[in-house]
């Protein structure tokens, strides 16, 4: 029995056992007057169960007219007026979702009768109903295209919500699943792959499955199967990194009749084989790529593999080659410090481990060495003369260059920093430590020591003038900063001036001068006046554009030009190049790029390291460049430094 109807039976019986007789009460006069009853005082329908009761009823025996005044737009009852008495009567509220969106809908049946007035609330929930639907219903992909598309539309309400449930294994179908809005549509791409499926028509289908009212679609699929073969090459791209020489790709055969392949190679670097061949229906054989690396200078390289078929058809693998072309000289050594013998055309180097002189021959690559009797610090080479002297902690070592033989180390009172050799019988050694300080003089014929008459702040640096007559000297950790000059002719270094400036230009530290010792190259880039003239001495006179800190710079009197290389304050800051300027008007001229260090992964590959100067020095000609470089920071190299050698008619 409905529980609406129960709770109004209820009702009317409680009404009329309120009116029996007590004996022991005062007896009233009986309410004759009906009561109009409806019940519940609300329902709920939705569009899925749209049909919902209201029952009405007196609470007397009495019969009464009651009839329906209101009620909301979406909704009807039936009947809609009667009589009734106690017996409770249906009222039928049928809902109609037409027109209406998703949601929940609310309104009011309004009751009018002979014994009063009565509502009920009604609540209506439309739910959501995508429908799906295809266009076309059926596809057919013709012999000539492995493709065709269809469109998924929704013509219900709300989202509709869609998979590829099924398909055939030569079937694929893009998107595999989504979402479609209500009253819109989308492309679906359907691809085929007719591999291995014997000529003639073949059928499928696809299903696809929703949350759509009407179920899962069923989307019929013909397709028409030529008698052809169908070449592809797999992958679509090769990649030789540095250590790598050989790569394989596939061919195959996915169509159904046999075929006949052959390549071509995009560059002569590039050799295949097979570089031809013949497939059965389903066949696939492995192709061997590979490229040679003679002639090939540093830099990535691009090219691709043509496969064609007899058919007509092409396929294409790309190549992509990384090369590396080693031309720097590389070095088993960790240089400590180096100068130039124009008279030998050798780089006179120092290293420890051992400890050793070192003379380099960068054009044969020939490499004479001298073992020291301890660590050494700097080095010091005539340019003009076959010796050199070796600074140590508290000794100094003199060397035949001609004959790679020590003449004679002799003990010194310092430890030596920098060292400077004229061709006057002495050497003479810049202090590192104890502060103020004097430059040891060493008579390389006596032995005997001798102390400047000035005192220079220890950490100095010296550099001897062209003329052999004189040898000046950069502060390091003073500030401000200055460059001095000496005599060293009568043998001990003799203090004339120091520069006219106090704190205008910078020094950097260290120095070079121009071949024929008229300018002085500040490691700040600042250029100065060199002369005999002591008002003349040091004066400004330029800067080299963009060289901030130099590591070192050289100059070439036949070749007109200024070599620098430049570093920041600690190795691996500097770029890898080679700053070119010009000598008359120190215009900068352009610059020239130091190789890479390549460093092997173990993997076939590696990772490239900038070269940053270390030195560089012009042979007596003007014609080659010789550059020591040495690895950025974090090439983990044992062994990093190296030699490039440059043309300078290739230089800006």
């Known amino acids: ?4 109807f129960l709770v109004l039976v209820v009702a009317v019986a409680l009404l009329m056992a309120g009116s029996g007789c007590d004996d022991n ?19 709920m329908i939705s569009d899925h169960a749209p049909n919902g009761a209201i029952y009405v009823a007196s609470d007397r025996p009495q019969s009464i007219f009651w009839r ?20 409770p009567a249906p009222v039928a509220v049928h809902a ?40 076309p219903a059926a596809l057919v992909v013709d012999a000539n295209t492995d493709r065709t598309t269809f469109r998924l539309r929704n013509t219900g309400t709300g989202p509709l919500q869609w998979t590829v449930s099924a398909q055939p294994s030569w079937v694929t179908v893009a998107p595999y699943s989504g979402y479609v809005a209500a009253h819109d549509s989308m492309t679906l791409y359907v691809l085929v792959n007719r591999a291995g499926i014997p000529p003639g028509t073949v059928t499928g289908s696809v299903l696809i499955s929703s949350n759509s009212d009407g179920g899962a679609i069923t989307v019929p699929l013909t397709i028409e199967v030529p008698s052809a073969p169908r070449l592809a090459a797999t992958p679509d791209s090769v990649t030789f990194d540095y250590f790598v020489n050989t790569r394989t790709f596939t061919v195959s055969n996915n169509g159904n009749a046999p075929l006949s392949w052959n390549t071509a190679s995009g560059d002569a670097y590039l050799n295949v084989d097979p570089a031809s061949g013949s497939l059965s229906p389903g066949q696939s054989t492995t192709a061997t790529v590979t490229v040679n690396r003679t002639g090939l200078s540093t830099g990535t390289y691009t090219s691709s593999v043509l496969i064609g078929s007899d058919a007509g058809q092409t396929d294409t693998v790309g190549v992509r080659m990384k090369q590396f072309q080693e031309s720097k000289w590389l070095l088993d050594y960790q240089v400590i410090d ?29 490499i004479q060495s001298v073992g020291l009797p301890l660590s050494p610090n700097c080095v010091a080479a005539h340019p003009d003369s076959g010796f050199a002297a070796v600074g140590h902690n508290g000794f100094v070592t003199y060397v035949n260059l001609n004959t790679m033989s020590i003449i004679r180390t002799y003990a010194v009172t310092t430890d ?12 003479h050694v810049f202090p590192q430590r104890d502060q103020w300080e004097y430059i040891r003089s060493i008579n390389l014929a006596t032995g005997q020591e001798s102390n400047g008459t000035s005192q220079i702040y220890a950490g100095m640096r010296g550099r001897l003038h062209p003329s052999g007559k004189y040898m000046y000297g950069a502060d390091n950790n003073l500030s401000p900063s200055d460059f001095y000059k000496f005599d060293v002719q009568p043998g001990p270094a003799t203090l004339l001036w120091d520069s ?29 006046n060199s002369s005999a003239t002591r008002s003349l001495d040091l004066t400004y006179s ?44 120190l215009a900068f001229l352009g610059t020239m790029a130091l190789p890479p260090f390549l460093v092997p992964n173990g993997q076939g590959g590696g990772t490239l390291y900038s070269s940053k100067g270390q030195y560089v020095f012009a042979n007596e000609a003007g014609t080659r460049l010789y550059t020591m470089v040495r690895a950025a920071i974090g090439s983990g190299l044992a062994h990093d430094w190296a030699v490039v050698v440059n043309d300078i008619s290739s230089a800006p």
């Open 1 to 4: 029995m409905n529980r609406a």
């Open 25 to 43: 009460k005062t007896v009233l006069e009986p309410d004759t007057n009906p009561t109009f009853v409806v019940s519940p005082d609300s329902i």
């Open 68 to 87: 329906v005044t209101g009620k909301p737009a979406w909704a009807s009852v039936d009947p809609e007026s009667g009589n009734v008495a106690q017996t």
């Open 96 to 135: 109609n979702a037409t027109g209406l969106t998703p949601g929940v809908y609310s309104g009011t049946v309004f009751f009018i009768s002979s014994a009063g007035a009565a509502q009920v609330g009604v609540s209506f929930l439309v739910a959501v109903h995508p429908l799906a639907e295809v266009f």
């Open 338 to 366: 180096a100068e130039f013998s124009r008279s030998l055309n050798r780089i006179v180097a120092i290293v420890d481990s051992p400890p050793s002189l070192i003379l380099l021959d960068p054009e044969s690559r020939a």
């Open 416 to 427: 030596a920093l920098d060292i400077v050799l004229p061709p006057t019988g002495w050497v």
């Open 500 to 528: 006219p400036y106090h704190g205008d230009y910078g020094t950097g530290g260290d120095l070079w001068f121009s071949e024929d010792g008229a300018r002085l190259f500040g490691r700040s880039g600042d250029v100065f």
């Open 542 to 585: 330029g800067h080299l554009a963009g060289l901030s800190y130099a590591r070192w710079i050289t100059h070439s009197s036949p070749a007109a030009r200024i070599f620098a290389v430049s570093s920041d304050s600690y190795l691996g800051q500097a770029p890898p190049e080679i700053r070119v300027y010009g000598d008359q008007y």
